[in-house]
């Protein structure tokens, strides 16, 4: 599949290795940068991502990491394609700013989107920021539509006071293949299709941060996702960012929250971070309720015919960003 526009001399998809991040740092930055000032926040500097997190990015998407070249061979655009199961998003993606308004945003969008239904999703989303209605229209024109917000949440948390939290990464052998089986049919008892286990393994093979285990008397009630790596380049560890979230009902959600907690205090680290779909009101008021404050919002928009599926009993936070 090769899309071209020959009148600015950018060609591609090709797929973006990791020999390609520090070129994909810069559009990203830039991009985003040159957005927040259209938006009238002139003095922001969105900061480059740590490389770790790129590394991630990329092999959890694999061949869903696309990117455009101008006429002189440098990276002009960028859409990573993720698909986790049948749940399907794109995230981040970025056209340089020299070449927005010509055609590339949606060449790459529409890119995307085809190589996901492609390869039989049932859900295929994006996340872009509310405030922005020129983002919101054009996602529309190219056929998504909104649905509810996530909402970051955090927390300062105690050092002390938890209980100790049961972790993907103290389990061996057989005992964590086990473990990952459990994972994945608790998040096929939520969403079926969906299936986060190579996140799981990814997080742990490049020591990015852990999966919490919630056990209760019938199996696996809980299982939480997070990242202590900085995204941010050059910055400390000072923020446990949750991805993924499954729990069977109510009292697994306020289990998996605390074991979080546990284990954000456990490496030293004060603050929690939680991505929160406000679809699921109830775990929304229970963060709110423990202390934790909104920081920002991003809207969560679905492609035309392939929405979002939530679970009837329990609450599914999958987090549609890196």
């Not at 299982?223 to 979230?245: G, Q």
């Not at 603050?271 to 709110?288: D, K, P």
Request: charged share 25%; proline share 4%.
């Amino acid at each position: 599949m090769r899309a071209w526009l020959p009148e600015l001399q950018v060609v591609g998809p090709e797929r973006a290795t990791e020999r390609d991040i520090e070129a994909l740092n810069r559009v990203f930055a830039d991009a985003f940068t040159d957005r927040y000032r259209r938006d009238g926040l002139a003095g922001v500097r969105v900061p480059q991502l740590n490389p770790q997190v790129w590394r991630y990015a990329l092999l959890d998407a694999g061949e869903g990491t696309m990117l455009w070249r101008d006429e002189s061979g440098q990276v002009a655009a960028f859409n990573v394609a993720h698909r986790s199961g049948t749940e399907g998003w794109m995230g981040p993606l970025a056209v340089r700013p020299d070449r927005q308004g010509s055609g590339v945003g949606k060449t790459i969008v529409r890119t995307a989107v085809d190589w996901l239904i492609d390869r039989h999703v049932a859900t295929l989303g994006l996340e872009t920021m509310p405030r922005t209605v020129e983002n919101i229209g054009f996602y529309a024109r190219l056929g998504f539509a909104p649905g509810h917000l996530t909402v970051t949440m955090t927390n300062e948390i105690s050092k002390r006071g938890h209980d100790a939290p049961a972790l993907l990464s103290e389990r061996r052998g057989s005992d964590q293949a086990a473990a990952i089986e459990a994972v994945g049919r608790l998040v096929q008892a939520l969403a079926p299709g969906t299936d986060y286990s190579h996140e799981l393994l990814l997080t742990a093979e490049l020591e990015l941060g852990d999966t919490c285990l919630v056990e209760g008397d019938r199996g696996l009630e809980a299982a939480v996702l997070w990242h202590s790596a900085p995204l941010a380049e050059s910055r400390t560890r000072d923020e446990v960012r949750v991805l993924k979230l499954g729990a069977r009902h109510d009292r697994a959600f306020e289990a998996a929250v605390a074991a979080v907690e546990a284990a954000a205090a456990r490496r030293g680290i004060r603050r929690v971070s939680f991505r929160c779909q406000t679809r699921f009101a109830g775990a929304f008021r229970r963060l709110i309720a423990r202390g934790y404050r909104v920081r920002w919002t991003d809207l969560r928009m679905t492609y035309d015919g392939y929405p979002e599926r939530h679970p009837v009993e329990g609450v599914l936070f999958s987090n549609w960003e890196i």
